[in-house]
């Protein structure tokens, strides 16, 4: 039997749904990214998944019980209900707070991973330490504030046994949330300590600091909670006084497991902001920040012109994984393509010359700077190259 969604039952299955769908669209992106882009699944991309499941559970419950009374008063719900919603209640708790932990070690985990100073390791230990401790005192004390603990909901219906003071809960609940608050602060102002001393802009370190510190977010709603944490101890209308303790413990684990998993997504966002930039367009005249576009090869060609102008050129550094760079530099004679695509330039005696040969063996001969027409030829006529071509390919790996 169950009773329809009513009073504010319908605000906490809505909340509910919400943030479970944030967090698994957030969670599945991250998964996607570490495996598939970054190739390098983590512990702490182990406990957001676990936290992620146990999250899953915690809103199935909380949805259930909205259909059995819970948001709404006792006066107005069948007495038999009473105790289902109860016990509905009874099984969020325990599946939040051990979210909740998991969640905490997977932000200290990230964090570890950058983290190069002794302090700074000390700092994150002892702070998800204390965390965890403290998380699993919580979890026991819910767990066994009714020995045996179905009296949490039977005492209704004429069950025996027996529970502590709720006062005793109450105040438990302020301390664990004061060191919640308290270590979402430190993990979030602590990303601004560790990337200022990183090779990177000042840009780009606001950034990432600013992407690390979003698990500080899931404070405000630990916030909001504590004035509400006093109903708790309000026996007599349980399921509608909870109500808004129940509103803000699934806002806290949302909001922090999908700020914790955007701070994982900057790698795939590189990813399709490179490609999107590299399949700009089609002409070999026009491209990306003024290069030449990619062929279909995935090679990135440069021409100088034949004016005989000195030009500099370069290597492109926005190019994606496994792409190829592919520098053609000529200046005068017949381009040819050989076998297997390589540069081949006949001179005006009709010789074949390979790109290959006396240009790249030549002693004075480096990547970035090269008078052609100091190169001799094979045969030794000198200034067999007077306009020479030179064509070099480089393929460069970028790693994430």
Same mark, same amino acid.
């Given at each position: ?25 957030? &969670?599945? /992106?991250?998964?996607?990214?570490? $495996?598939?882009?970054?190739? *390098? ?66 932000? %200290? ?52 046994? @027996? ?35 990183? *090779? ?9 600091? %600013?992407? /690390? ?65 590299? @399949? ?33 050129? %370069? ?13 053609? $530099?000529?200046?005068?004679?017949? &381009? ?40 001799? @030829? ?5 200034? @067999? ?12 790996? $970028?790693?994430?």
């Amino acid at each position: 039997m169950t009773v329809p969604v009513a009073g504010r039952g319908p605000a906490v299955a809505g909340v509910a749904g919400f943030f479970v769908a944030l967090a698994t669209i957030t &969670v599945v /992106l991250r998964c996607y990214c570490r $495996v598939i882009v970054v190739k *390098q699944f983590g512990l702490d991309d182990w406990f957001t998944l676990i936290s992620w499941i146990l999250f899953v559970f915690y809103c199935t419950f909380s949805i259930a019980g909205t259909h059995h009374g819970t948001g709404q008063h006792v006066t107005d719900l069948p007495p038999a209900e009473v105790p289902i919603g109860l016990k509905w209640w009874w099984s969020c708790e325990p599946v939040y707070v051990l979210s909740n932990m998991s969640l905490k070690a997977s932000i %200290g985990v990230m964090l570890l991973r950058i983290a190069v100073s002794r302090a700074h390791k000390v700092i994150i230990w002892t702070t998800v330490g204390i965390l965890e401790i403290c998380g699993l005192g919580y979890f026991l004390l819910f767990v066994m504030q009714c020995l045996p603990s179905e009296y949490f909901w039977t005492r209704f219906t004429g069950g025996s046994g @027996s529970c502590l003071n709720p006062s005793i809960v109450v105040d438990a609940t302020y301390a664990y949330s004061a060191v919640t608050c308290a270590t979402d602060w430190i993990l979030g102002l602590l990303p601004i300590s560790l990337v200022w001393d990183l *090779q990177m802009t000042r840009r780009t370190k606001l950034m990432v600091a %600013g992407i /690390l510190a979003l698990g500080a977010i899931a404070s405000t709603a630990t916030i909001v909670r504590i004035p509400y944490v006093k109903d708790l101890s309000n026996q007599a209308d349980f399921l509608w006084a909870t109500v808004d303790v129940a509103i803000w413990s699934t806002a806290e684990t949302g909001i922090g497991l999908t700020a914790s998993s955007i701070a994982t997504l900057r790698p795939l966002l590189r990813m399709f902001s490179t490609g999107s930039k590299l @399949s700009g367009g089609s002409s070999s005249q026009g491209g990306t920040n003024g290069w030449p576009a990619t062929g279909t090869n995935g090679y990135i060609r440069s021409r100088t012109p034949r004016t005989g102008a000195q030009e500099e050129f %370069g290597l492109r550094n926005d190019v994606g994984k496994n792409r190829g760079v592919t520098t053609l $530099v000529e200046a005068g004679g017949d &381009v040819e393509r050989g076998q297997g695509g390589k540069g081949v330039r006949r001179s005006m005696s009709g010789h074949r010359r390979d790109s290959g040969g006396p240009l790249t063996s030549d002693p004075n001969w480096n990547s970035s700077e090269t008078k052609l027409t100091d190169i001799s @030829s094979e045969d030794g006529h000198q200034g @067999s190259w007077p306009t020479g071509i030179k064509t070099t390919t480089v393929t460069r790996t $970028v790693v994430e």
